[in-house]
């Protein structure tokens, strides 16, 4: 007899399947191996007693914190820890229940059957300005060119160009200023039809720059406004462009100038809903969420975000994850920004882990190795 101590975070639909376990059973056995962690805040005292009870009923549990039982606060917040399977039991036990518990249990509803998208893609990052914070990302004319074929040799699924620095501080230029940085990049990519090759992202928010890049072979546009102007949904519906929605507080000239949230995952989130709708009813059809690292957050915030992007996924929307050499890494551990590769694919690596399948880098090779080793020890 050999008895070995598993990782949970093997790939356990794998790990059933090479045991031979029928089709049926791999299904049920990977739900019980699917474990929610979900932090409810703010329930009526008299739900989290019912709440607790049915968890138990079914082999699940919720911490209460002291005095729930005796109902000496009102309003508590709990833990409610669960598998896949006990989480869908509670769900249909729920709906019958008084105290607020049947609109919880539709919450808890859309954390059932979350998917994580299994391909990684790696969206490879190109300046065409002189002021972005990483200067090693930075490139014009012939080398520009360059440094995309060198990404896509070295496995970029995307080339997100960029020319308008949007760093903590940044004073932002005018839309002609922004073209005529990308213009050259752009109409060079589209002569030598680099769209066949690669998806080509840009990353603005003005209308005259996001037109001129999709009537010239580009594929998505990364806004970190979040659609806020409805002429760049527009144009993005009308081409049937991916639309990279991402959150920021403020602008980024005073982002970093004491942001603050109540709860940031629930506020973003939010702004995430809003948005979604918003893009829908422009008929843009693909839709990638970024929660914004690094804009209008404090390090607490980028945190919480990062490692808990798999609440996100209920939304139905691949996630995108840039961190990559942000001043985050120094909060955490001081360093130049040419020395955050370390810290970058370790973030990157987590954000994977809990369901992003996008991630916006500055180092393709580094993070491709990486990924392919993470993958490999999952099995």
């Known amino acids: 007899m050999v008895v070995e101590k598993l990782s949970n975070a093997i790939d356990l639909q794998r790990e059933l399947k090479h045991l031979g376990v029928d089709g049926g059973g791999v ?8 474990l929610h962690l979900i932090r409810i805040r703010d329930l009526h005292v008299g739900a989290a007693n019912i709440l607790k009870q049915d968890a138990l009923s079914i082999g699940a549990d919720v911490a209460v914190p002291r005095g729930t039982v005796t109902a000496s606060i009102p309003q508590v917040d709990v833990l409610l820890i669960a598998t896949e399977r006990q989480l869908q039991q509670l769900v249909k036990k729920e709906k019958a229940q008084p105290f607020g518990l049947k609109q919880l249990s539709s919450e808890l509803e859309s954390f059932c059957h979350l998917k994580r998208e299994k391909n990684i893609a790696i969206m490879g990052i190109l300046n065409a300005n002189d002021d972005s914070f990483y200067h090693a990302s930075r490139f014009q004319g012939s080398y520009a060119l360059e440094r995309i074929e060198t990404m896509i040799s070295e496995g970029a699924d995307i080339i997100d160009l960029g020319g308008v620095s949007s760093r903590p501080g940044s004073v932002a230029v005018s839309a002609e200023e922004e073209l005529s940085r990308v213009r050259p990049i752009i109409d060079a990519l589209y002569e030598q039809r680099f769209y066949e090759k ?5 990353d603005s928010y003005e209308p005259m720059v996001v037109h001129y890049a999709l009537e010239r072979g580009f594929h998505i546009i990364n806004d970190i406004t979040g659609l806020a102007n409805d002429e760049v949904a527009r144009l993005c519906g009308s081409y049937g462009a991916t639309a990279v929605i991402m959150h920021m507080q403020g602008n980024p000239k005073s982002m970093q100038e004491n ?4 709860s940031v995952i629930a506020e973003v989130e939010l702004f995430f809903r809003e948005r979604i709708e918003k893009a829908e ?6 839709i990638i969420l970024d929660c914004g690292i690094g804009f ?12 808990h992007q798999r609440h996100f996924l209920r939304l139905g929307k691949q996630l995108l994850v840039g961190a990559s050499r942000k001043s985050m890494i120094d909060a955490i551990s001081p360093s130049e920004s040419d020395e955050r590769l370390a810290g970058s694919i370790a973030i990157h690596l987590k954000a994977i882990e809990e369901g992003a399948s996008i991630v916006r880098v500055h180092d393709v090779k580094e993070h491709v190795q990486a990924i ?6 999952r099995g």
């Open 296 to 307: 209008g957050k404090r390090l607490e915030d980028n945190l919480a975000l990062i490692t």
């Open 259 to 262: 942001p603050a949230y109540l």
């Open 27 to 34: 299904s049920i056995l990977e739900d019980k191996g699917e």
């Open 372 to 377: 392919k080793i993470w993958k490999a020890m």
């Open 281 to 286: 009813s422009f008929g843009i059809k693909e």
């Open 198 to 202: 690669t998806r080509l992202s840009l």
